[in-house]
């Protein structure tokens, strides 16, 4: 069996890409246009000024790139990174008819790399304006709402559930695509504006919803969501059997193992997360990793430059291919997994069609291990005990506003994203996080002003 030390696993779980190098960069910010009216700052969600950001750094005033990124970004260190920017910021440069677009994400991660290297504090806190505003939830859009806020003059509490704040971006995206360091500096970014972030803190449990609607002027929910949901077929419980965020997780915080090496590895389900969970295992040394849909890669959620990265990986997929039983040995250890094969029926409520399973088609792959990526549960208990209006856990807001149907709590990210592809980005809940800092400022300022 082939044998990995240690040293060697947390080799294989650095970035995979490396950062351009000063006279790279420079070289590609002067193949800059600086369009006037910039198509690519219509494509970030965001608002990123990038012509001004790369002006900057072609002109060395990287500290004034990384304050223009991260004014509209809080956290585009992370954004620089796993952002779809083929999609959207790079996908709109006019040099596409031309040549190539410019590496947009590549700029936006030296330039924020520069700051995080050198220590720099981008942003000081603002007088304050007496109101106060507790955030549920220390993810992106969490600390985007909080960070305005706090620039606004707001003194704002963060409650998060985990050991520290970052949400998907500290324990959800494998280290060698987000670093947790990335994330790390984006939070403290933050707390420097005097925000106070309460970590172990579950909302509902260790603090009350009602002191909590009684100690704060205005509320945001910024929870996230949850852990990837039963799969409802018998052999869930066996030794073997991963939850797709706790697995990705545990490599984030160092809980890497031998466990995987030289072992067969089933993953159930075909997103962004499924991807991970596959390309950690190749990482941790699995022998073979196959990732089992029961659509087509059509319907798949995960982003294009993520299938692609995993099939480089070596990763395997069978589409239209659905588990129906996890199979253990007599001391309840993983063997195999029994499935079935699909077809595509008539069209759901989301756009895509329903698998349907073609009889007789059962067969067994051999494996010794299963990760569970089929999507993430709700926080059904949170959103009841505020009292929220919400459709199966997707909370409902006004979409200008993002207020619930309580007019002192507002939400933003995961909370409020329905099915989609490509909705539920990192830098749509920033943007979100913004939106929401911005609609509770006016709120307080047209009633100050009335008064």
Known sequence: MQRISLTNLERNFQEVEPGLTTQEAIEESNRCLYCYDAPCIKACPTGIDIPTFIKKIASGNLLGSAKTIMSSNPVGASCARVCPTEELCEGACVLNHSTKPIMIGNLQRFATDWAIHNDKTLFEPEESNGRTVAVIGGGPAGLSAARELARFGYAVTIFEAADKAGGLNTYGIVSFRLPQRISFWEVQQVEKLNVTIKTNTIVGKDLSVKDLLEGFDTVVLAAGMGHVPSLGIDGENLDGVYDAIEFVKSTKDGGITEDFIGKKVVVIGAGNTAIDG????????????????????????????????????????????????IIGDENGKVIGIQCIKMKLGEQEDDGRRRPVPLEGSEHVIPVDAVIKAIGQTRHFSLIEQLGLDHDGGVVRVDPKTLQTSNPNIFACGDVIFGKGKGEAMVVTAAQQGKDVAFAIHKQFTAVETVN
């Open 278 to 325: 596959a390309t950690c295992s190749v990482r941790l040394g699995a022998e073979n990793v196959k990732i089992l849909y029961r659509r087509t890669a059509d319907e798949m959620t995960a982003y294009d430059f993520e299938y692609e990265f995993a099939k480089q990986d070596g990763v395997e997929f069978r589409w239209l291919t659905a588990p129906k039983q």
